[in-house]
């Protein structure tokens, strides 16, 4: 949004500075213009000489007190033309409703019809919030649709199977399409497999970085294994990907369905760079899964030497634990 403040001599400097300061607020660009002589008004409005539309192209424009008829006339027309919205603000807006004789009765009457009037800065405040809202909510939908269209040229059908197939072989260009064109981040492929979980699977740390950008919850447990994407990264050996999503808020202790831990599951793979990473980010390796065995009782049984000294160094072990 671009907002075109028009003021005159008799609007009052701290009107429009204290407006300029309320649109700061609201996070919506605005720039004030006195309506006077020697003011160009079609740079004003945003148009270049040649009569191309400038980077700053109004989106609405706001009359603070009466204005010399030529800038009225002009605004009221291109207001009407580009169908932007034009606002008159306060009680100072005189001369807007037929009173100034210069005015041509049709551009009054026309301004009657087509400006809105906001009386004071609360109902300014309310009426931009409400437009700021409505054009979020376009733009995201111009957005999404430009990204269904590239996806389209680039010959990939706008389909959850192409989603999970893009993401399955890592591809973070294609899948930040498909989550700009409206896919939730924390999508599901048809096995019930999270986005992550699949990116994590296949050791596509940008995939995952984008997921993770986008707001994808990082302990959504897969359907098929009841597996974080930590633990998927960590079956791979994926020591980079681990460490995102643990500063990402991955639960480091949470365990699949047969009760296993991502600790667990890298001391059966005898990764103690994976051991070590979960240790210092909080890893409780006295936790059992299923059978009652927990990473320092399957350290020991399976003589990890190097993986039993981690534990030994991170998380020494207690007095109620037995070996045996």
Not at 257 to 263: P, R
Request: aromatic share 6%; net charge negative.
């Amino acid at each position: 949004m671009n907002v075109v403040l028009l003021y005159s001599q008799n609007s009052g400097k701290g009107n429009f500075q204290d407006l300029l300061e309320t649109f700061t607020d609201l996070s919506i660009a605005a720039e004030a213009f006195e309506a006077g002589p020697g003011v160009d008004i079609s740079q004003v409005f945003g148009i270049s000489p040649g009569g191309e539309t400038a980077a700053l192209f109004p989106s609405h424009i706001v009359v603070l007190g009466s204005l010399d008829p030529s800038w009225l006339i002009f605004a009221i027309g291109f207001s009407t033309g580009c169908r932007i919205p034009l606002l008159v603000y306060g009680d100072t807006a005189k001369g807007l409703s037929g009173e100034d004789k210069k005015t041509p009765a049709e551009f009054s009457s026309l301004l009657k019809e087509s400006s809105k009037k906001l009386k004071n800065k609360t109902a300014l405040i309310r009426y931009f919030e409400d437009e700021k809202a409505a054009w979020i909510k376009k733009e995201a939908a111009r957005d999404a649709a430009r990204a269904r269209d590239t996806l389209l040229q680039m010959g990939i059908s706008v389909t959850l199977e192409s989603l999970a197939k893009c993401t399955e072989e890592g591809k973070a260009l294609e899948l930040s399409l498909f989550l700009a064109s409206g896919f939730h981040p924390d999508t599901k492929d048809k096995a019930g497999v999270p986005l992550l979980n699949i990116a994590a699977r296949g050791g596509h740390r940008e995939a995952v970085e984008v997921l993770l950008k986008a707001g994808a919850k990082v302990n959504i447990p897969s359907d098929d294994r009841g597996s974080s994407a930590l633990m998927d990264s960590a079956m791979g050996k994926h020591h980079d990907m681990m460490e995102d999503l643990l500063k990402a808020g991955a639960d480091v202790n949470i365990k699949s369905k047969d009760g296993q831990s991502a600790l667990i599951l890298a001391v059966g793979l005898n990764d103690a760079d994976s051991v070590e990473i979960l240790l210092k980010s909080g890893a409780d390796p006295d936790d059992p899964d299923l059978l009652g065995a927990s990473a320092r009782k399957y350290a020991t049984l399976f003589n990890r030497e190097s993986i039993v000294a981690l534990f030994n160094a991170y998380a020494p072990q207690n007095a109620n634990y037995e070996a045996s």
